[in-house]
């Protein structure tokens, strides 16, 4: 599996998030780090399409580098609605959400993230914030920058949301210099630190 | 275009090949993929299943494999999906570990029966519902311990795709994540869902529905289904009609508190699980199935002791409207002679009338119980019957009898039964009174007949008996010549009073046209065929000698 089709997979699933459920996200990301590329390539566009998902055109180049040199359906994906423009977003993003679970005696993630990645090579910055839906669903948005190996630290990061009890994970692995989407932009606006990795992005930039 | 059976036939495949990864992937790809199945979208199902077991490294069996490519041709997806399948058959399936909790951690049930009832209740075919944790970990993106898994039986009306799908839903909308296994009674269970079931609760599905209704809840102890868990195999023992007869709703529930009631006995503490398959059989059959003759009201008579009793006997009676035997006796002044149903002597209580005993031994060969006389209470056999056990202290009260020591009661029929053939005798110089005599007259020479054992009978059977006399001089006044079919609802036995046998001048059998006894074959049979057409049947029995041959 090429470097290339990997890393436009990963973009091709960042840019879906609050677009796609958080049901299916996650999942394809989970297969995607587990090394399931070719599976995902014939799962994903059908999914496009039942979901009723658009893509522009910035997608369909990440869907042809990623999905097609796999053997996804050419017919499937031919039909996927084209976008003019992202759509707008379905959420509002809080440092601090009143109806989100809160642990009185500590925040029990952050606590192990803290752990996990703090000082860790490769990531950056390790950061939170509350998404609120239309609906009133309230989740937790985890934002990380890695500078590399950002598939196989999103699935790490989701199974331990996971394992914790969060059956829907939200985790946003993002390459330090990629341009975020609206929906990470109002993401990251609204985040609190958790921790910094070794590739401290404050330190890249005073010593660069 | 697939055809109707393969509509049918490929969810039904699909379902048991999830119920087969169960344990192997992550639960939320099975309960992804039935919610797939469920909505009809098999082709996303199967694609998601097969790329979970690749993503998951999970090692299928070369069977499982082609399964699995039949599956996925059948949908029309690509079959590439499963190239990269890894296929071992010496490879161990996980094992997993399942309870169902100490006492301080919360139950596997618990808020189920809230969740699922309405559901449950519309669902074709539902047999049983357990709960049970799982402390061990499924899949590559194992969610969080423990996780709860919901086993559901169904029979063969029901369809297994949908039942996992709405339980779950209805789980979720309750805020309860479980993983719904839903397995068809009789068909073959992993050893993951066999060691689930082992230690799964099992939650009555009354119970369920009884969570749901708006009425008060009744108890629920002593009638839910038994804790033990067992092989879904093992329920093929309940065949369909017998599930379709259990109505999982408050009916049955309410039936069961009329056991209860009518049994007059607390609930018992304890679950009902060796009991319950014969309470089942009784639920099977409310119509036709006497409740067992015992205190508690779902067992049987092999859980209090008492003799096995052939239900339409007593149903037969009860439907007949004749007042039924003597009720049974304590456990342990039982005797094997003892007559069935706590319920039908409150019937006789209800009537006002003492309770009589069949008085053939014809009678008695119908319902495979020995011949028994009446309670002391009643006017004394006059069939010269064995004796009965006398009745126990709670049903003595209801029906107004007072208990009686089995020895001394003996003691007492065998001093009246010994008259027997003086009361054969008794009835020759009868044969020639008309039968039909003026009701004050014949109440007035009974009198006088039971004046002399009056003083052997208490108070209260004192009033019974005049009751009975009353109620016999009120028949005849009405129906004084007709002749009452065998089976007639209107008939009432008149037992003998005690002293008519000791009284050869008392006995008066043709008067009431009540005759029940083989054993006056000789002078008293000449007289009954002289009498034929005032004789009336005894439960349904027609007196000797009524019949020609």
Known sequence: ?208 | MADSSDRIALPIRVHEFLLACAGRIDDDALTDARELLAVAELDRAIELLAASLVAGRIPVTADERDELRDLVDAVRSAPALVDRIIVNDSAPFPRHRFTAGLSDDPAPDAGIADAVGRVIEVLPDIRALSCVWRTTPAGGPSGSVPHRLVLVETGPSGFAPSTAYRVEQSLRRAGIRASVEVIAAGSEVTPYHADALAVARRISLRQAAVARSPEPAEPADGYDDPPSPRPVTTTRRRSGAHAEKRPPDTASGRWQQRIASSADSPAPAEPAAASFDAGGRQRHEPAMTMPPPAPSPASPGSRTGLPPVSPPTASAGSRTGLPPASPPASRTNLSPATPPATTRSAQASRSALPPVSPPTATQGARTNLPPVAPPPSAPGSRTGLPPVAPPSSRTASRTGLSPVDPPALAAENGTRSRPAPASASAAEPVKDTPVQEAPAAKEATVDKAAADAEADLSNRERELLRQLHEELAKREQSEPAEAVAPSSPQFPVAPPAPAERADPGTWQVDRTGTRHSAYSAGPAGSAWQHSAAEQTAVNGIPPYGSQPG
């Open chain 1, 1 to 208: 599996m090429g470097e290339a089709a990997e890393s436009a997979c990963h973009e091709l699933l960042l840019r879906l998030a609050g677009r796609l459920p958080d049901r299916q996200l996650w999942r394809f990301r989970d297969w995607l780090a587990s090394g399931a590329l070719p599976e995902l390539s014939h799962v994903l566009p059908l999914t496009l399409l039942r979901e009723r998902v658009g893509l522009v055109d910035d997608e369909f180049r990440l869907v042809d580098t990623a999905l097609r040199a796999h053997g996804a359906d050419i017919g499937l994906l031919s039909s996927i609605r084209e976008l003019d423009a992202l759509p707008p977003l379905d959420h509002t993003f809080a440092e601090h959400d009143r109806d989100a679970p809160r642990a009185s005696l500590g925040d029990p993630l952050a606590v192990l993230l803290t752990a996990l990645l703090r000082g860790r090579p490769a990531v950056a910055e390790v950061r939170a914030t509350w998404r609120r839906s239309t609906h009133g669903m309230v989740n937790r948005v985890l934002l990380v920058t890695a500078v590399a190996d950002q598939p196989r630290l999103t699935g790490e990061l989701q199974r331990v949301q996971r394992a914790l009890g969060e059956a829907d994970p939200c985790v946003e692995v993002l390459p330090v210099d990629w341009t975020p989407t609206p929906y990470h932009q109002a993401a990251f606006a609204a985040s609190e630190l958790l921790c910094t990795g070794a590739e401290d992005p404050y330190a890249q930039l005073v010593h660069s």
